[in-house]
């Protein structure tokens, strides 16, 4: 069939920070189709420049007001990194915490409130209200919880201030985590009815696969979100984490002002399905369960999986929390001060994953202890790439069907990344009636 | 039960006059003997649908933040939703599209979240990149700190 029609999905409601998909078709044959992303370039490693080694961690916190807590493990990782502090266990295992939390945090509402209209065939999460208001207030709920829990453990919701170079201003008490536990035990229960829901549903997500790379940390201790090395479903572990941009290639594409990066293919992913795809073995086994529920398997090469991979990790990080709270009440928790740098200088790097995938900060520090030199690796710039390729064989699949089918297949494609594409600003721009 | 009054600070700190909702509530935060003590303190950052909870523990909320209204850089407007046209609730393509009318009107629906809703906008003139107030907005700040200390005063007696 030949037909002309054009795509343009253009979100322009805000000032920057756009993901924009043109689809141009004539004759039945694709003219144009670019996946661009319309972000001012971003200056904070400049920003970084200049300022001393513990206040690169709250500066970094406010880059992303979804993935904070990240950003801040991996500022205080590359910070502690470059001035040789070892950290103590509780530290780690209490920052292992603030990760879950985190995770749940974001996969939940991307889940919940930008993934599940699609699935129920609703505009936006207002208008499942009424028909699947009870789902919805499973959401509410289960992100609640997600929410107390980082303001438990970061002392706030979000932008945390406990998180400091060295381990925690403050810990929680024993109180508190037992009581943090009995939560997470009710929303066990509340994950795997919701997983039972969206099972219901989710024969509505497209079963499009591109063979591509999945790069994510790995390690032979956990399944990896705080610490391990750096893994290609390709080319297997890379240990030298200070070289990570032998396997994060960041290059520069016309259409687009966000960076791009590749390694072994023209492509890669990062995120939920990457890590599952490296490390599923290693999740908790009501994690698996739900997995096997949608016969999500590793490798699985479906992007629009990524929803269903974020799902199995909540379900993880719910777990997992369980067992870190176990571990630190039969230790006790102790009231620990941080561990003071006995050297100023130093170049350090911190991988840590967040929800939507590995990110890397990398500081140099100079004898005063002021940062000369920062670069950041976002996961969302490690996508672009691959969502480009993705729609490159997907549209080919699908161009014979209605225009608003391929305009949401599309859209749908995008959102089973979760793109961080406009999180840098939050003004309001009104009219007066 | 629901007595507390949630005065909240958005903004972002790295990009410019954006900060000027949490410069604020800093000033708040460190003049809260002169403030009742129903007040709490929160910097909501950039944080979108993460604000949902927070709102539900409070009856009155006092939110500030930088608001393009294209009036002069500095100028302060106290509005309601009610009085604003763009009530749209967005598509979001991702997680950090929400803005706070789309939390507030989830809640709204929800049956949740504070009844009472109160903006006070701050004309930003520079939102890009950096971490220093436009010339124009730093000199206002005292100003404007003692105009909204002064407001919120007369509001929460």
């Known amino acids: ?433 | 039960m629901k007595k507390k009054i949630g005065v909240i600070g958005l903004g972002n700190p790295l990009r410019n006059d954006d900060a000027i909702g949490l410069l604020l509530l800093d000033y708040l935060h460190q003049n809260k003997k002169k403030l009742s003590k129903k007040i709490d303190f929160i910097d909501g950052g950039t944080s979108g649908m993460n604000l949902l909870h927070l709102l539900e523990n409070y009856d009155t909320v006092l939110l500030l933040d930088a608001v393009d209204f294209k009036g002069t850089p500095g100028e302060i407007k106290k509005f309601t939703i009610d009085e604003i046209n763009n009530q749209k609730i967005q598509l979001f393509l991702s997680t950090h599209e929400p803005d706070f009318l789309a939390v507030f009107a989830l809640l709204k629906e929800l049956d949740k979240g504070p009844t009472h809703l109160v903006i006070f906008g701050i004309q930003p003139k520079d939102v890009s990149h950096g971490m220093r107030l436009s010339q124009e907005i730093n000199q206002m700040l005292p100003k404007l700190q003692k105009k909204i200390l002064k407001e919120i005063q007369s509001m929460t007696v």
């Open chain 1, 1 to 433: 069939m030949s037909k002309d029609f054009s795509v343009h999905v253009e979100h322009v409601t805000r000032v920057e920070g756009h993901g924009n998909i043109i689809l141009d078709v004539k004759n039945g044959k694709i003219e144009k189709l670019q996946w661009s992303v319309v972000e001012a370039p971003r200056f904070f490693e400049a920003m970084l420049r200049g300022q001393q080694y513990n206040e690169l961690r709250p500066i970094t916190s406010r880059i992303c007001g979804i993935c904070s807590i990240g950003h801040s493990l991996a500022s205080l990782k590359a910070t502690e990194d470059a001035l040789d502090i070892k950290i103590t266990n509780q530290t780690a295992t209490l920052r292992r915490l603030a990760i879950h939390a985190e995770n749940m945090q974001s996969h939940i509402l991307h889940i919940g409130y930008l993934v599940a209209p699609d699935l129920f065939g609703a505009g936006s999460v207002f208008s499942m209200l009424g028909k699947h208001t009870d789902t919805v207030l499973k959401i509410v709920k289960l992100h609640r919880l997600a929410n107390e829990m980082s303001d438990l453990i970061c002392g706030r919701t979000i932008h945390p201030i406990r998180l400091v170079v060295g381990g925690f201003s403050m810990q929680p008490t024993e109180k508190q985590l037992i009581q943090l536990k009995k939560r997470l035990l009710e929303a066990q229960d509340l994950t795997q009815e919701l997983a039972h829901i969206i099972l219901n549903v989710a024969d509505t997500l497209p079963s499009f696969t591109r063979e591509t790379e999945y790069i994510g940390l790995t390690s032979d201790e956990e399944y990896s979100f705080y610490d391990g090395d750096i893994a290609s479903t390709d080319t297997g572990k890379h240990p030298k984490y200070r070289d990570y941009k032998e396997i994060m290639q960041e290059y520069i594409v016309p259409h687009s002002t966000a960076k791009y990066a590749k390694h072994a293919r023209d492509s890669y992913m990062v995120g939920a399905l990457a890590r599952f795809n490296l490390n599923s073995r290693q999740l908790h086994p009501v994690a698996q369960e739900i997995a096997a529920l949608f016969k999500l398997k590793a490798i699985n090469y479906n992007p629009y999986m990524n929803t269903i991979a974020q799902l199995v990790e909540f379900s993880h990080n719910i777990q997992d929390s369980i067992y870190i709270i176990d571990t630190l009440i039969d230790q006790g928790i102790k009231q620990e001060k941080p561990v003071k740098p006995e050297k100023k200088a130093g170049r350090g790097v911190g991988v840590v994953e967040v929800p939507r995938g590995i990110l890397v900060h990398d500081y140099t520090l100079n004898s005063q202890g002021y940062c000369t030199k920062a670069n950041c690796i976002i996961p969302t710039n490690q996508n672009h790439a691959n969502i480009q390729k993705d729609m490159e064989k997907l549209v080919p699949e699908i161009i014979n069907r209605p225009e608003k089918e391929i305009e949401l297949t599309l859209e749908m494609l995008v959102r089973a990344y979760d793109p961080c594409i406009s999180c840098s600003t939050h003004y309001l721009d009104v009219t007066f009636k």
